[in-house]
């Protein structure tokens, strides 16, 4: 059954939920938007895998990137979608109804409807943003298809529970390895225990305490955490490795490389330290005369995002960028994810009074 | 081809370790030994599974049991054995080298060669030492044939060095579980990290100083270790779980409740107890006439055992039980396992002259 693009927003977002979209699946809900698009005269189509891209031509002096991601963590049981009424909120429960098949509704229906909006509009659907970084679809098509990227202003329908949240924490996960030797745990005084070696590890996160920094106006709350910890080789062995795996969410203020140095300051003296994963943050960019202007459509003071998000990817294209979409982001991937009704509406509704 | 049991100890040693007998795969070295020693007309041969027992009949007031395990752990590209000398000394390499091979082909050897022994002799070839409690031949036998197992004193040939090592430190494993509450590493004020809540665990242990306990004037020296240590869920998710699994071993003058008690007194104020695993230990037992005997035939004074041995099974029934055998214990198991040749005959020598 193809896509009505012509029903309500939450309508549009259930069809889309129950299109099952696991990152790796998303052939077919990428074949039924752009059949749902192609055909359009105010709209240029463009299929580059499992990627869809939607642009308007009016020769208007800027142009806004509005994107979504098209695929989900893996189901639950939470398909397909049903409504449910809690404390008297109408909510779609299911997987994708938070992040973030609403968003990607309202894009897909405002990009149908709006044949003449204010601004030149890129509407972009992408695939595997769930997954590793080297399958995202926006990042490829930075590499292959940059031009298909240019604006002066993106908006990425990410749950920001129906605010406007400006840039966004970088993320580092790093190791710190401790090393002993080993020996049998009957004879532990031949050995080294390395997973007691851990222990000034865990004290100095445990005793921690993380920044709050002002960036363009908006405080983000940065995080250090250890998130994993594996040592050991045997019930009668004395352990020869620990590894604790940290993960450090830092101010967009600070760069990659500074984060790197701060982290290696604190941990080197403690541990080997091995750097697995490093994406610098994205500063809100609310100074853009666009943005500016988009706050005030919308009617909402703008909030920090802490987690990260591929506004970073618009952000480092030097194309400022905000996240704002339906739903609340600490449901993303729970089980029990679930959107209000009215946020989907609220979005739609900020959306188009801004592109008209 | 049939062992030689009249080849000297080293040389019988070589052909057992070339029997591959990983636990599990007995079968074949217990039918060589059963062979090897049934139709002497001194000894009451009867196989149980791939254990074998042969006892001698001579009406002596007095019965020794002389055991030792037929298996090993997984060969490592050590198999067949050779011969190097190292440093002057001549070394037979190979897995089974150390545990216990040379202590099986000893008591092999004095079994076919000692036909009126001063006392009454059970000599014991048992399998699954290397596995599980649950596998073990000698605790199979305990339950299905206690009788066979009776005995006013007992050797196990496992690895001393040629010393007399007396009695053994019981062995309690155990695990210490913090919990915390899940959230989104960006968000990471949201949860309670598990993980670091650990730190309390690692900092006891790391500062705790085990006792020394002198049990009949053997110093058995104690040891507390972490051994394992897991927790965490995903590189962006506060765990909620850190599993921290810990060995003490503690003199035999502490019964198993009361290492149980000493261990929750210290850890159950800082996360779940879980009791995994507890074997008491085997006082020395040295204080009795043939363990007296013993020692003074073989000219050595005795010492501790540190590692948990089936001595403690004899223990358990009343029958004081040493170690002897050849081999260094901290080369069992180990990649470069094995023995100076002159400790095999050293050992055999030994046991010739007690029991002539």
């Known amino acids: 059954m193809a896509l009505d693009l012509s029903a309500s927003s939450i309508d549009l977002t ?38 869809v891209v939607a642009r308007t031509h009016l020769g208007h002096e800027r142009r806004v990137v509005i994107a979504g991601h098209i695929d989900t963590v893996p189901v639950n049981g939470n398909l397909p979608t049903r409504i449910e ?6 909510y779609l429960w ?74 966004c924490n970088g993320t580092m996960r790093f190791d710190v390895v401790t ?15 390395a997973i007691h070696k851990a222990e000034p590890v865990l004290a100095l996160l445990a005793a921690f305490e993380p920044d709050t920094i002002e960036v363009d106006g908006l405080a983000y709350r940065e995080q250090l955490n250890a998130v994993l910890v594996s040592g050991g080789v045997a019930g009668n062995v004395i352990p020869d490795e ?25 941990f080197e003296p403690l541990g080997e330290f091995v750097l697995r994963d490093l994406s610098p943050g994205a500063r809100p960019g609310l100074d853009d005369p666009l943005a500016q202007e ?11 995002k ?14 400022p960028a905000v996240n704002f979409g339906p739903g609340d982001p600490s449901l993303a ?18 959306l188009r009074a801004w592109l008209s």
Chains 1, 2 share one sequence.
């Open 306 to 319: 802490y987690g990260w998000t591929d506004v970073a990817r618009f952000s480092a294209l030097g194309t």
């Open 85 to 90: 009424t809690e404390d008297g909120i109408d």
């Open 14 to 51: 259930r069809q889309l939920c129950d299109i099952e979209s696991v990152s790796g699946n998303e052939k077919r809900i990428a074949d039924e938007i752009e059949q749902a698009l192609e055909g359009m005269p105010h709209l240029d189509v463009l299929r580059e895998g499992d990627l």
């Open 94 to 167: 299911g997987r994708g109804t938070v992040d973030m098949k609403p968003g990607v509704a309202v894009a897909l229906k405002l990009a149908a409807e709006l044949t003449a909006p204010s601004v030149d509009v890129t509407w972009l659907f992408y695939d595997h943003e769930e997954v590793t970084s080297d399958l995202n679809g926006l990042a490829r098509l930075a590499r292959t298809r940059p031009e298909l990227l240019e604006g002066d202003f993106a908006i990425l329908g990410e749950p920001s529970n129906g605010a406007v949240e400006g840039g």
């Open 333 to 350: 991937h729970a089980d029990d994810e679930r959107v209000p009704l009215a946020q989907i509406t609220a979005c739609e509704d900020a």
């Open 179 to 193: 090393r002993g030797k080993r020996a049998h745990s009957a004879r532990g005084w031949m050995g080294e225990n």
């Open 242 to 266: 620990c590894v604790i795996h940290i993960n450090y969410r830092f101010a967009p203020s600070r760069s990659a490389d500074e984060a790197e140095a701060a982290m290696r300051a604190l």
């Open 294 to 304: 988009f706050l005030a459509a919308v009617g909402l003071a703008a909030k920090p």
